[in-house]
């Protein structure tokens, strides 16, 4: 089984197959956010990396921009379908259940400040594209506009992306092998800032809770100071 995973399949059969798969899974996971696409360049990087064509590197970047910048326009514009619409749409809805409020708030504060650019940051930063475009729908941005600064955005995260496989497969003599530390490198970078917004923010709402049982330092703790309103009048975290 091991030799199986180990062997490859002749470099056209690779091409025929690899690069409409890429294509079809990179469209996908951009209209529906549950797809790695990340992991998913990445590893195509690995196994062009290690063919023998000059253009494989290349062909692998065209085509998933292509496909990123295509599924970020189909979601875009249905999202404005929800927007014009007084009904809204399954597409907004579904924007809206994977952005918190204070997250699309920050989207929001970026895009006034940063305008179309922060589209390209968005595209870079994990799980940052939906609140952004999301921020961007009910801002009614045209999107003529949008796709200008998409374009953008999907050239420097298939280019990202891209460097994660070329250094997976620079590092391990076998595709495969280049493949799992790709995948594992990506899913990495994926995980770090919601691990870090969820450290950051633990200790927080721990202190938050504290104060709120222990009331204002110095406090004698009787009960009637419970309902007075200078007991929740000090600074919070």
């Known amino acids: 089984m091991v030799t199986a995973v180990r062997e490859l399949p002749p470099e056209s059969t690779q091409q025929a197959v690899g690069y409409p798969s890429l294509f079809l899974l ?39 921009a292509l496909a990123a910048c295509l599924g970020d326009t189909a979601l875009y514009w249905l999202g404005q379908r929800g927007v014009r619409s007084r009904n809204g749409s399954r597409w907004l809805a579904a924007l809206r259940s994977r952005v918190t ?18 589209l ?4 870079l930063v994990p799980a940052g594209r939906i609140p952004v475009m999301l921020a961007c729908l009910l801002a009614r941005m045209p999107l003529r506009r949008f796709v200008r600064g998409d374009v953008a955005a ?27 530390a790709a995948v594992g490198l990506t899913v990495l970078v994926s995980a770090v800032p919601a691990l870090w917004r969820r450290v950051r923010g633990t200790p927080r709402e721990g202190l938050s809770g504290q104060e709120h049982r222990e009331g ?22």
Do not use: K, M
């Open 120 to 123: 390209v940051l968005s595209r």
């Open 101 to 118: 409020p204070e997250r699309l708030a920050h989207a929001q504060e970026r895009l006034d400040t940063h305008q179309v650019s922060v």
């Open 26 to 64: 990179v469209a996908l996971g951009a209209l529906v956010p549950v797809v790695p696409t990340g992991a998913i360049v990445s590893s195509a990087a690995v196994v062009a990396f290690h063919q023998s064509s000059p253009f494989s590197l290349l062909f692998v970047f065209l085509v998933a």
């Open 154 to 180: 999907c050239l420097a995260w298939a280019a990202t992306y891209q460097l994660i496989g070329i250094l997976g497969g620079s590092l391990f003599p076998e595709p495969w092998q280049g493949v799992v």
């Open 216 to 237: 204002p330092p110095g406090a004698p703790g009787n009960e009637h100071r419970e309902g007075s309103p200078g007991a929740s009048g000090h600074e919070h975290p």
